[in-house]
Protein backbone atom coordinates (compact mmCIF):
# COMPACT_ATOMS: atom_id res chain seq x y z
CA UNK A 1 0.00 0.00 0.00
CA UNK A 2 1.35 3.51 -0.92
CA UNK A 3 -0.97 4.97 1.63
CA UNK A 4 -1.48 8.64 0.62
CA UNK A 5 -0.20 10.29 -2.52
CA UNK A 6 0.20 13.93 -3.28
CA UNK A 7 1.51 15.50 -6.86
CA UNK A 8 3.33 17.77 -7.15
CA UNK A 9 5.82 17.71 -4.26
CA UNK A 10 6.84 21.16 -4.74
CA UNK A 11 5.31 23.93 -7.11
CA UNK A 12 5.57 28.08 -7.83
CA UNK A 13 2.87 29.75 -9.40
CA UNK A 14 2.63 33.08 -10.82
CA UNK A 15 -0.09 35.69 -9.28
CA UNK A 16 -3.60 34.64 -11.69
CA UNK A 17 -2.02 30.83 -12.69
CA UNK A 18 -4.28 28.12 -11.80
CA UNK A 19 -3.65 24.67 -10.76
CA UNK A 20 -5.03 21.40 -9.54
CA UNK A 21 -3.23 19.55 -6.97
CA UNK A 22 -3.73 15.54 -7.00
CA UNK A 23 -4.71 13.37 -3.64
CA UNK A 24 -4.96 9.29 -4.14
CA UNK A 25 -5.61 6.89 -1.68
CA UNK A 26 -4.79 2.85 -2.10
CA UNK A 27 -6.59 2.02 1.43
CA UNK A 28 -10.44 2.11 0.52
CA UNK A 29 -11.06 4.90 2.26
CA UNK A 30 -14.17 6.88 2.66
CA UNK A 31 -13.83 9.91 3.42
CA UNK A 32 -10.97 12.90 2.05
CA UNK A 33 -9.58 16.10 3.37
CA UNK A 34 -7.66 19.11 2.00
CA UNK A 35 -5.50 21.12 4.68
CA UNK A 36 -3.64 23.84 4.66
CA UNK A 37 -0.80 24.84 6.68
CA UNK A 38 0.99 28.02 7.63
CA UNK A 39 3.43 29.15 10.21
CA UNK A 40 1.59 30.24 13.51
CA UNK A 41 -1.36 28.77 12.08
CA UNK A 42 -1.57 25.31 12.41
CA UNK A 43 -3.56 22.66 10.19
CA UNK A 44 -6.75 24.76 8.69
CA UNK A 45 -9.13 22.37 6.64
CA UNK A 46 -10.33 23.96 3.06
CA UNK A 47 -12.49 21.07 2.01
CA UNK A 48 -13.57 17.60 2.91
CA UNK A 49 -15.18 14.58 1.12
CA UNK A 50 -17.26 12.39 3.74
CA UNK A 51 -17.67 9.70 0.65
CA UNK A 52 -17.91 9.23 -3.01
CA UNK A 53 -20.13 12.30 -4.71
CA UNK A 54 -20.31 14.20 -1.30
CA UNK A 55 -17.81 17.57 -1.16
CA UNK A 56 -18.59 20.28 1.72
CA UNK A 57 -16.66 23.66 3.04
CA UNK A 58 -14.66 23.15 5.63
CA UNK A 59 -12.55 26.03 7.51
CA UNK A 60 -11.44 28.06 4.73
CA UNK A 61 -13.00 27.71 1.60
CA UNK A 62 -12.38 30.52 -0.50
CA UNK A 63 -10.30 30.71 -3.66
CA UNK A 64 -10.57 26.57 -3.88
CA UNK A 65 -12.56 24.28 -5.51
CA UNK A 66 -12.77 20.57 -5.16
CA UNK A 67 -13.65 17.18 -6.92
CA UNK A 68 -13.78 13.72 -5.49
CA UNK A 69 -13.23 11.99 -8.80
CA UNK A 70 -13.95 8.52 -7.60
CA UNK A 71 -13.35 6.77 -4.38
CA UNK A 72 -9.49 6.94 -4.40
CA UNK A 73 -9.03 10.58 -5.95
CA UNK A 74 -9.92 13.55 -4.42
CA UNK A 75 -7.95 16.53 -6.22
CA UNK A 76 -7.89 20.58 -4.82
CA UNK A 77 -7.98 23.24 -7.64
CA UNK A 78 -6.54 26.74 -7.23
CA UNK A 79 -8.43 28.87 -10.08
CA UNK A 80 -6.74 31.85 -10.24
CA UNK A 81 -3.67 31.88 -7.52
CA UNK A 82 -2.92 34.42 -4.95
CA UNK A 83 0.21 34.93 -3.10
CA UNK A 84 -2.05 34.16 -0.04
CA UNK A 85 -2.19 31.09 -1.21
CA UNK A 86 1.37 30.36 -0.56
CA UNK A 87 1.18 27.27 1.80
CA UNK A 88 2.02 23.82 2.54
CA UNK A 89 -1.13 21.98 1.58
CA UNK A 90 -1.61 18.47 2.90
CA UNK A 91 -4.72 15.82 1.63
CA UNK A 92 -5.47 12.96 4.43
CA UNK A 93 -7.84 9.94 4.71
CA UNK A 94 -9.96 8.53 6.80
CA UNK A 95 -10.76 4.52 7.22
CA UNK A 96 -14.45 3.50 6.72
CA UNK A 97 -16.64 2.96 9.52
CA UNK A 98 -16.33 5.13 12.90
CA UNK A 99 -13.15 5.61 13.28
CA UNK A 100 -12.29 9.41 13.04
CA UNK A 101 -8.17 9.22 12.84
CA UNK A 102 -7.41 10.58 9.41
CA UNK A 103 -3.99 9.46 7.80
CA UNK A 104 -1.64 12.38 6.02
CA UNK A 105 -0.42 12.58 2.41
CA UNK A 106 3.50 13.83 2.13
CA UNK A 107 2.10 17.24 1.30
CA UNK A 108 2.10 19.84 -1.71
CA UNK A 109 4.72 23.02 -1.06
CA UNK A 110 3.24 25.79 -2.87
CA UNK A 111 4.64 29.14 -3.34
CA UNK A 112 2.93 31.96 -5.91
CA UNK A 113 4.52 34.72 -6.41
CA UNK B 1 -16.36 28.02 16.71
CA UNK B 2 -14.42 24.79 17.87
CA UNK B 3 -11.28 25.55 19.51
CA UNK B 4 -8.04 23.47 20.57
CA UNK B 5 -4.92 25.35 22.38
CA UNK B 6 -1.68 24.09 23.08
CA UNK B 7 0.96 25.29 24.96
CA UNK B 8 3.11 27.88 22.50
CA UNK B 9 6.32 25.99 23.62
CA UNK B 10 8.69 25.37 22.42
CA UNK B 11 10.18 23.28 25.12
CA UNK B 12 13.45 21.84 25.40
CA UNK B 13 13.96 18.97 27.88
CA UNK B 14 17.56 17.13 28.12
CA UNK B 15 17.64 13.51 26.74
CA UNK B 16 15.94 10.64 28.99
CA UNK B 17 13.56 13.26 30.72
CA UNK B 18 10.17 13.37 30.58
CA UNK B 19 8.12 15.60 28.17
CA UNK B 20 4.71 16.90 29.04
CA UNK B 21 2.59 18.45 25.88
CA UNK B 22 -0.79 19.51 27.02
CA UNK B 23 -4.20 20.46 25.09
CA UNK B 24 -7.51 21.92 25.88
CA UNK B 25 -10.09 22.51 23.50
CA UNK B 26 -13.19 23.69 23.99
CA UNK B 27 -16.12 22.32 22.86
CA UNK B 28 -17.90 19.87 25.61
CA UNK B 29 -19.42 17.39 22.80
CA UNK B 30 -15.71 16.06 22.07
CA UNK B 31 -15.19 12.56 21.67
CA UNK B 32 -12.00 11.47 20.43
CA UNK B 33 -8.48 12.85 20.84
CA UNK B 34 -5.45 12.60 18.70
CA UNK B 35 -2.17 13.18 18.88
CA UNK B 36 0.08 13.75 15.90
CA UNK B 37 3.76 14.30 15.31
CA UNK B 38 5.13 15.74 12.33
CA UNK B 39 8.80 16.39 11.83
CA UNK B 40 10.26 19.41 9.70
CA UNK B 41 9.44 19.44 6.19
CA UNK B 42 7.48 16.19 6.98
CA UNK B 43 3.79 15.54 7.08
CA UNK B 44 1.60 14.88 10.35
CA UNK B 45 2.26 11.38 11.69
CA UNK B 46 -0.41 9.87 14.22
CA UNK B 47 1.35 8.44 17.51
CA UNK B 48 -1.85 8.04 19.90
CA UNK B 49 -5.15 8.07 20.14
CA UNK B 50 -8.08 8.18 23.08
CA UNK B 51 -11.29 7.89 23.55
CA UNK B 52 -11.71 7.32 27.45
CA UNK B 53 -10.93 9.69 30.65
CA UNK B 54 -7.78 8.18 31.97
CA UNK B 55 -4.45 7.46 30.57
CA UNK B 56 -3.52 5.07 27.88
CA UNK B 57 -0.26 4.00 27.39
CA UNK B 58 2.14 2.85 24.40
CA UNK B 59 5.84 2.28 24.57
CA UNK B 60 7.37 5.25 25.69
CA UNK B 61 3.98 7.61 25.42
CA UNK B 62 1.21 7.96 27.37
CA UNK B 63 -1.95 9.88 26.52
CA UNK B 64 -3.83 11.21 29.31
CA UNK B 65 -7.91 12.71 29.01
CA UNK B 66 -9.94 14.59 31.51
CA UNK B 67 -13.10 15.03 29.57
CA UNK B 68 -14.65 17.44 32.31
CA UNK B 69 -11.62 19.56 32.35
CA UNK B 70 -11.52 19.62 28.71
CA UNK B 71 -7.64 18.90 28.76
CA UNK B 72 -5.33 15.99 27.01
CA UNK B 73 -1.77 15.80 27.31
CA UNK B 74 1.10 13.64 26.12
CA UNK B 75 3.67 12.32 28.20
CA UNK B 76 6.98 10.89 26.57
CA UNK B 77 9.06 9.41 29.26
CA UNK B 78 13.16 8.73 28.31
CA UNK B 79 12.81 11.43 25.66
CA UNK B 80 15.52 11.06 22.97
CA UNK B 81 16.29 13.79 20.13
CA UNK B 82 14.17 11.73 17.50
CA UNK B 83 11.52 12.93 19.48
CA UNK B 84 12.29 16.27 18.79
CA UNK B 85 9.72 17.22 16.50
CA UNK B 86 6.02 19.20 16.65
CA UNK B 87 3.65 17.90 18.48
CA UNK B 88 -0.48 18.41 17.42
CA UNK B 89 -3.47 18.32 19.51
CA UNK B 90 -6.84 17.28 17.19
CA UNK B 91 -10.07 16.82 18.65
CA UNK B 92 -13.18 15.62 17.30
CA UNK B 93 -16.62 15.93 18.44
CA UNK B 94 -20.30 15.61 17.42
CA UNK B 95 -21.38 13.44 14.65
CA UNK B 96 -19.25 14.41 11.79
CA UNK B 97 -15.74 13.75 11.09
CA UNK B 98 -13.72 16.30 10.88
CA UNK B 99 -10.57 17.27 13.13
CA UNK B 100 -9.43 20.25 14.52
CA UNK B 101 -6.11 20.97 15.28
CA UNK B 102 -3.91 23.04 17.92
CA UNK B 103 -1.02 24.89 16.37
CA UNK B 104 1.44 22.87 17.69
CA UNK B 105 4.26 22.32 20.72
CA UNK B 106 7.94 22.06 19.11
CA UNK B 107 9.78 19.80 21.59
CA UNK B 108 13.66 19.76 21.42
CA UNK B 109 15.55 16.94 22.92
CA UNK B 110 18.81 17.72 23.80
CA UNK B 111 21.45 15.10 23.54
Known amino acids: NAGVTQTPKFQVLKTGQSMTLQCAQD?????MYWYRQDPGMGLRLIYYSASEGTTDKGEVPNGYNVSRLNKREFSLRLESAAPSQTSVYFC????????????FGPGTRLTVT | QKEVEQNSGPLSVPEGAIASLNCTYS??????FFWYRQYSGKSPELIMSIYSNGDKEDGRFTAQLNKASQYVSLLIRDSQPSDSATYLC???????????FGKGTLLTVNP
Open chain 2, 27 to 32: DRVSQS
Open chain 1, 27 to 31: MNHNS
Open chain 2, 90 to 100: AVNGGSNYKLT
Open chain 1, 92 to 103: ASRPPGTSYEQY
